[in-house]
């Protein structure tokens, strides 16, 4: 009996074809690859994308150059000016603080505390007009700090996108001169160190309730008003405040605002929203400089 043909000898099986490299890693095998160029790359070199994930050339490539990406920034910061001023009057805190602690109670002045602010005997012997403005960045104390840079960061809010940083720069300047004017106007003696944002954000508080006003808001339906009544109760009834330079910021800011936030259906001419905050301005320095000469 004859036996079957053994069977063939098996063949063998096929070799699975090698992985691609990655382009950066010749040493890395790679089993993605780019879904933009269709290079193949380890998963160290793929990012995620908006679709699939791209190498770090095609990512680099579709990055807009720095000026556009700093552009995109700057437009999403609604309120950069008050951030800005904000930084300021923390940058002279420090530099009033570690120049003497003590000055961070509120105890004083301290010499920086009188280098930087308002005092009529140096203004008026030795020409330091600059007080008028650094004034306005200068506190005594955390609590004086804390508060004012408050109101200045929610007025900011209302203010700056409303009017743009630009003018919103130009309303704050104005109010606080007009706060210094008013300090140097209503302050008897020459010796006497004032310093404080309050000033400006007086101008900021009355310059936003005239222009509610104006726009047919009653500011005792808001919490402005409240705000407002407050800080003006305060102003009077506590000991050590600046009447004047409240004031005088809260007679700049309305001013201002009465131009500057003018409603639609009552228009002034653009150039007047830029003129008044200026006008302001240079008002209160001439009026300053004659009061204290």
Same mark, same amino acid.
């Given at each position: 009996m004859a036996l079957p043909p053994p069977p063939p000898p098996a063949q063998p099986a096929p070799s699975a074809p090698p992985l691609p490299r990655c382009y950066r890693h010749p040493d890395r095998e790679a089993g993605r690859s780019c879904t933009r160029c269709g290079k193949s790359a380890c998963s160290e070199c793929l990012v995620q994308a908006a679709v699939g994930s791209h190498c770090l050339d095609c990512a680099k490539a579709s990055r807009p150059p720095v000026a556009t990406r700093a552009k995109y920034w700057n437009a999403r910061q609604h309120t950069l000016v008050t951030y800005v001023l904000i930084?300021?009057?923390?940058?002279?805190?420090?530099?009033?603080?570690?120049?003497?602690?003590?000055s961070l109670g509120g105890?004083?002045?301290?010499?920086?505390?009188?280098r930087l602010g308002i005092v009529e005997f140096f203004m008026a012997n030795d020409g330091e007009w600059y007080r008028l403005v650094t004034s306005g960045f200068l506190h005594f104390g955390v609590i004086h700090l804390a508060f004012n840079m408050l109101l200045l960061y929610q007025l900011g809010q209302l203010l700056e996108r409303a009017l743009g940083r630009s003018r919103f720069a130009l309303l704050y300047g104005a109010s606080l001169l007009g706060g210094s004017f008013g300090v140097v106007l209503l302050t008897s003696n020459p010796v006497t160190v004032t310093g404080g944002a309050s000033g400006a954000v007086f101008g900021l508080m009355a310059a936003a309730a005239v222009g509610l006003q104006r726009q047919g808001v009653n500011i005792f339906s808001t919490g402005l008003g409240t705000t407002l009544l407050l800080n003006l109760f305060i102003t009077f009834a506590v000991p050590g405040i600046s009447i004047g330079g409240h004031?005088?910021?809260?007679?700049?800011?309305a001013v201002c605002g009465f131009v500057m936030l003018a409603? $639609? =259906?009552?228009?002034?001419?653009?150039?007047? $929203? =830029?003129?008044?905050?200026?006008a302001v301005a240079v008002v209160s320095v001439v009026g300053s400089i004659i009061t204290v000469g």
């Open positions: 930084a300021i009057n923390l940058a002279v805190f420090a530099y009033t603080t570690i120049d003497d602690p003590s105890r004083g002045p301290t010499e920086a505390q009188v004031l005088g910021g809260a007679v700049a800011g409603p $639609r =259906w009552k228009p002034v001419p653009s150039w007047a $929203r =830029w003129a008044a905050p200026v």
